[in-house]
């Protein structure tokens, strides 16, 4: 069964600082992996995915993750932090069709201003 | 494209009794994942159904129970409810034919159970 890790419930950084949020996943095969954001009362918002090509992907709202085979992970960065990022943020991965969406529990990030 | 809507928002409902969530999914997609939200647990798994078969099942009692029409339209229904199923119930839609698809999730359902 795949699984998915997400070191760190919370996380607090400056505004202006690097984000890092962390996400590990565990599976036999490549799997296709999302990172989505929660803001309060709503629902869940694609941030970016991986499928294949380039393990350096881009997103929304100057995000971006690296796919590491070789760690098996799959971390969320933005190089300044900015009040509108304080947010939940879920790492998901799926091994393929027909397959379901495995969430990691989320990361609770907080701007300081 | 309009999104994934979900009706009711919200609800409140006594311990016993049986609710019906309803979720119509992004125009042309055929799949229709049902997941709970909830502090302590993040989101469960519950369901997804693929053009009115369910493809997928997650590990929730019997009284979670779901279906798809075929416009593509998806109900959820909790029989028996108990407080712990307090929870936001989200739906998510995906053109689910390729490995790749992402999911398109929804407002959610706040359900209370009192």
């Known amino acids: 069964a795949q699984s998915v890790t997400q070191l760190g419930s919370h996380v607090s950084v400056s505004e202006g600082a690097l984000v890092l949020l962390r996400c590990n996943y565990s599976?036999?095969?490549?799997?296709?992996l999302f990172w989505y954001v929660q803001y309060p009362n709503q629902g869940l918002q694609l941030l970016l995915k991986y499928t294949t090509g380039a393990t350096l992907v881009k997103g929304i709202n100057g995000f971006e993750a690296e796919f590491k085979k070789s760690e098996t992970s799959f971390h969320l960065t933005k190089p300044s932090a900015h009040m509108s990022d304080a947010a939940e943020y879920f790492c998901?991965?799926?091994?393929?069709?027909?397959?379901?969406?495995?969430f990691g529990t989320g990361t609770s990030l907080t701007v300081i201003p | 494209k309009a999104g994934v809507t979900q009706t009711p928002r919200y609800l409140i409902k006594t311990r016993g009794q049986q609710v019906t969530l309803s979720c119509s999914p992004i125009s042309g997609h055929r799949s229709v994942s049902w997941y709970q939200q909830t502090p302590g647990q993040g989101l469960q798994f519950l369901f997804e159904?693929?053009?009115?078969?369910?493809?997928n099942k997650g590990n929730f009692p019997g009284r979670f129970s779901g279906r798809q029409f075929s416009n593509s339209r998806s109900e959820m229904n909790v029989s028996t409810l108990e407080l712990g199923d307090s929870a936001l119930y989200l739906c998510a839609s995906s053109l689910g034919d390729r490995d790749g698809n992402e999911q398109f999730f929804g407002p959610g359902t706040r359900l209370t159970v009192l």
């Open positions: 159904y693929f053009s009115e078969t369910q493809r």
């Open positions: 599976s036999s095969v490549p799997p296709y």
């Open positions: 998901a991965v799926r091994k393929g069709i027909g397959n379901q969406f495995y």
